[in-house]
């Protein structure tokens, strides 16, 4: 029997993510990437190969495009790789434009792994054009989408009864670039960082309300109040990242916590502290899922998953699942469980 | 609006995981236990109130029967929890039965976790019964269907390469009966337990093919050789349990390993080393996930999760996943992400 054809991929955004997920792809069986769509005047009209660095098979060694529009269509694409946006107001018209041409989408825009927590109406909408086109649409990623969520419900399953979640995950900032570093407040002073944090300049970690509405609609609790905040990580010695400096005194990084209640009592606690260079800090980096209940869960991954490669990888992986799909809205929720791809992605797509 | 009609769940096997499930769904809201079947004589013809020795409404407070073929029906029954069996052959027979009369089944036969390991024709069979009468089984379980397989996938889906993975499940046995003392050769002497082992009478743990064969077909590698050993743990100081007792220098319990190469290369070993009373033996219990590859991923859960209550729980979440499934005979693979049950089951359940 010969092997059906490839899956077509066009990824749209190709910063570290973008290309990342251009470069896990190359290295895999059966994918064939179609399009390129990317606004950075370094990278447009460019080619592929000179963009990465590396040899590429002439078929797919597209020239990066800056108009998405001659890119997508049923014939060229199975699915567009968006990686464009953390927010749904910003990411909406792109995906659905996409799924009208007929077209799964998959979007790593941070609240898009739950969009139904901040996005209802505009979740309702993607759903219902998805269907009307026959498409997919998923939004995933490290975080959320799998670390401070998807694991937690996925232990969850072991459990008869569930008293309280504590979701930790203490991460390194230094493997990123200028931007994170902004966002986060990387290197400010704490008058800087007060000024920044009261005009809402610094965006923090995005994604608290989607990974704890995930948990929640998953296990059925009702929310009845949701907080979050955000404080500074002061140094007590300088550190320097490839991308960031912080001397001693000033914020290395910012500790966000959430904390959700049901039936006003305390249920769910999520704690994220990101921060440059944690280990002189006398921080160790990790992954901890602590759930008491019966039986209890106590979890830890040390160090914890490398946010870059967990998100393009995560991406990728999930392309034949959303293929797969029945159309609409999807979340992690409603989708078999990721798996890496080690052979041909063809034998993980379900004839139709 | 008001609430659909509860779902009716038949228990067929009522030893310690089918009475447990029993207890865990009289707790939750939006079930209803519309019959038991149960060979043992101290059971039969009991009512449930009896045997579990609480308080049950009238409804469901059902006199356990000792012949199944009165309780299942479309009407009486949306799913069969079936514990009877630790073996696909042995289960068969009964599944098939339960799938003609169109209703659901999950079963906690250890094989039945994957059944295409040992079983191929047999799930070939179930799976075309199933979908001809609009039905749906299930195989799951604590091991294999979670520790040692699930969420070693689930892991992999963060990965864009995996080179090499173990796994090892270190648990007690003190908890478990009589059954599992005798089939795991706790308390023999080293010469009984050689004895055994020669024979063939010694079960040891039941899974270790069902869960390669999980995680090589979910990433997709094609398994090259298997193959498994089981060694006894023999005790330097006395250790006794509830129901199990090993002086010193006798058998404690079996440590059983697998490797599994992919083109001649191990790729995937297992570790599960069961004994009574593992901390006398100075052994701490747990979880433990170590995949090599990029990002590299090493988890830890410590205490292991509790394998009777979590397959109990288990078993029980999985049903709105069974019930909501197209029909035919589907795998941990197939399914959304097991979540607990803490609002009402209906809730999850798709009105079709």
Not at 180 to 195: D, F, L, P
Request: hydrophobic content about 40%.
């Amino acid at each position: 029997m010969s092997k059906p054809r490839k899956v077509k991929v066009v990824i749209w955004g190709f910063g570290a993510m973008g290309s990342g997920m251009a470069k896990m792809i190359l290295e895999k069986e059966g994918f064939v990437i179609t399009g390129v769509c990317d606004l950075h005047p370094n990278r447009v009209n460019q080619k592929l190969s000179a963009v990465l660095n590396q040899k590429i098979s002439t078929r797919q060694d597209v020239v990066i495009q800056e108009h998405i529009e001659s890119l997508v269509s049923k014939k060229q694409a199975d699915i567009v790789l968006l990686a464009t946006d953390s927010f749904t107001k910003g990411a909406f018209y792109k995906i659905k434009w996409i799924l009208e041409q007929g077209v799964n989408v998959i979007s790593t825009a941070e609240e898009m792994a739950y969009p139904y927590a901040n996005e209802k109406e505009l979740s309702k909408e993607l759903d219902l054009i998805a269907k009307k086109h026959k498409a997919t649409v998923l939004g995933t990623g490290i975080n959320p989408g799998m670390m401070m969520d998807y694991l937690v419900i996925a232990l969850t399953g072991v459990m008869s009864h569930v008293e309280n979640i504590e979701v930790s995950r203490v991460n390194s900032l230094s493997p990123f670039g200028e931007t994170v570093m902004e966002e986060q407040g990387v290197g400010k002073t704490i008058e800087q960082y007060n000024e920044l944090t009261k005009s809402n300049q610094l965006a923090g970690h995005v994604g608290f309300k989607e990974s704890t509405q995930m948990i929640c609609d998953a296990i059925g609790w009702k929310i009845s109040h949701f907080e979050q905040s955000m404080s500074p990580i002061i140094t007590s010695v300088d550190r320097k990242s490839p991308h960031g400096f912080a001397k001693a005194g000033d914020v290395a990084g910012v500790d966000m916590r959430a904390f959700v209640s049901v039936n006003d009592e305390i249920k769910l606690i999520m704690k994220h502290p990101q921060q440059i260079e944690p280990s002189l800090g006398g921080v160790q980096t990790g992954d901890y899922i602590t759930i008491l209940g019966t039986p209890p869960v106590h979890m830890a991954i040390q160090p914890e998953i490398d946010g870059g490669i967990g998100t393009i990888a995560i991406c990728v992986n999930m392309i034949p699942h959303v293929i797969n799909s029945r159309p609409g809205l999807k979340t992690m929720l409603d989708l078999p469980v990721p798996r890496a791809i080690q052979g041909d992605v063809r034998d993980q797509i379900e004839r139709k």
